[in-house]
């Protein structure tokens, strides 16, 4: 299975920073898989964000629940990520990841997102 982020490496403050992790070689749907977007801003350890199950069911870190939003298109394979309202704060690697149980078997190369005007 492989992961590939894909999106905007540049976004301004107070805009939406919107990504989409492809997967291929095995399907979001099965049973028992929770897809994941995790973070890592610089000089700071991994956060995690949020994540789809293969239910299609979403859950959210409380401190960012507020403004995030993940999604999935199954035709496609694909799940995304949508953050609200960001600041330089949310300036990270973006990373998506698969895991079932406590291991997170699957991840992407990540992605560099910088907030700044």
């Known amino acids: 299975v492989q992961l590939q982020e894909s999106g905007p490496g540049l976004v301004k403050p107070s805009q939406t920073l919107s990504l989409t992790c492809t997967v291929s070689?095995?399907?979001?749907?099965?049973?028992?898989?929770?897809w994941s977007w995790i973070r890592q801003p610089p000089g700071k350890g991994l956060e995690w964000i949020g994540n789809i199950a293969y239910s299609g069911s979403t859950y959210y870190s409380p401190s960012l629940k507020s403004r995030t939003s993940i999604s999935r298109d199954t035709s496609n394979n694909q799940f995304s990520l949508q953050l609200s309202s960001v600041t330089p704060e949310d300036t990270a690697v973006y990373y998506c990841a698969g895991s079932t149980g406590a291991h997170y078997y699957y991840w992407g190369q990540g992605t560099q997102v910088t907030v700044s005007s």
């Open positions: 070689g095995g399907s979001i749907t099965t049973n028992y898989y929770y």
